[in-house]
């Protein structure tokens, strides 16, 4: 594991710790325990790769409550990957938004509301051609 790694590694725990920081001592150290035991079992922690790869797919799950509150509040939103990732860690640093290689960033959304309506309805197939129920 690189010198890197574990400073991304360090600043997991520290997060983790944090938010748990009302919990009594004994649970953070039982709790730590735990998810220790899985970032190993899981091998989330052997390389960059894995951590950026764990990590990005925690997003996906913030990314899904933000595109809800979104639509509940009547603002449009869309999800984005394909970007050049590269580029846009660098800009953002650039712009003092990410520091030192520490983060990355994995997924995109956008947020705001629609200057028109659509012009014609979502055409979408019936429910039957695209799920099963079992």
Known sequence: ??????TIKERVMEAYHFRHATMPAPIV???S????RFQEQ????DNERTLFDWASKQTYIALGNMLTAAA???????????????KLDALLEEEGLLE???FGASVL??????KEEPKRGKARRNMEEVAQWV
């Open 1 to 6: 594991m690189t010198n890197q790694t574990s």
């Open 29 to 31: 150290t039982e709790v």
């Open 33 to 36: 325990g735990h998810y220790k």
């Open 42 to 45: 899981k091998q989330i922690l």
């Open 72 to 86: 509940l509040l009547g603002i449009d939103s869309t999800p984005m990957e394909g970007f050049n990732q590269e």
């Open 100 to 102: 030192n290689d520490q």
């Open 109 to 114: 959304a956008t947020f705001g509301y629609r």
